[in-house]
């Protein structure tokens, strides 16, 4: 069975971090593009970060650029997102997502997703 599972959410106070993982199962990472989308209550998915197969090419919403960095580990079939500084708009639902090759800012395109991790920044 193909599966994305996330974990490392949490509840963290403002100014905090935390590290999501996104592991597979079923099939390797080596030859997919990994995006992280999140959807905080009634707003519309957005997504995050996206890393290509290799890492070499790397991209961040502007909400969230230079607080938190995406990289993969292909010899574990695993992609982070570590996130610093976080703030209270960064509350939401965190999904990796895999598509063929090349990073894309359409939630549509991407084949497999994740379950989800909760991520809630709160004093």
């Known amino acids: 069975q193909l599966q994305l599972v996330e974990s490392g959410g949490g509840l963290v106070q403002p100014g905090g971090s935390l590290r999501l993982s996104c592991a597979a199962s079923?099939?390797?990472?080596?030859?997919?593009?990994i995006g992280w989308f999140r959807q905080a209550p009634g707003k519309e998915p957005e997504g995050v970060s996206c890393?290509?197969?290799?890492?070499?090419?790397?991209n961040y919403s502007d909400s969230v650029k230079g607080r938190f960095t995406i990289s993969r580990d292909n010899a574990k079939n695993t992609v982070y997102l570590q996130m610093n500084s976080l703030k209270s708009e960064d509350t939401a639902v965190y999904y990796c997502?895999?598509?063929?090759?090349?990073?894309?800012?359409?939630?549509?395109?991407?084949?497999?997703w994740g379950q989800g991790t909760q991520v809630t920044v709160s004093s």
């Open positions: 997502a895999a598509r063929s090759y090349d990073c894309s800012v359409y939630p549509g395109s991407y084949h497999y």
């Open positions: 890393i290509s197969t290799r890492g070499g090419s790397i």
């Open positions: 079923g099939f390797t990472l080596d030859y997919y593009a």
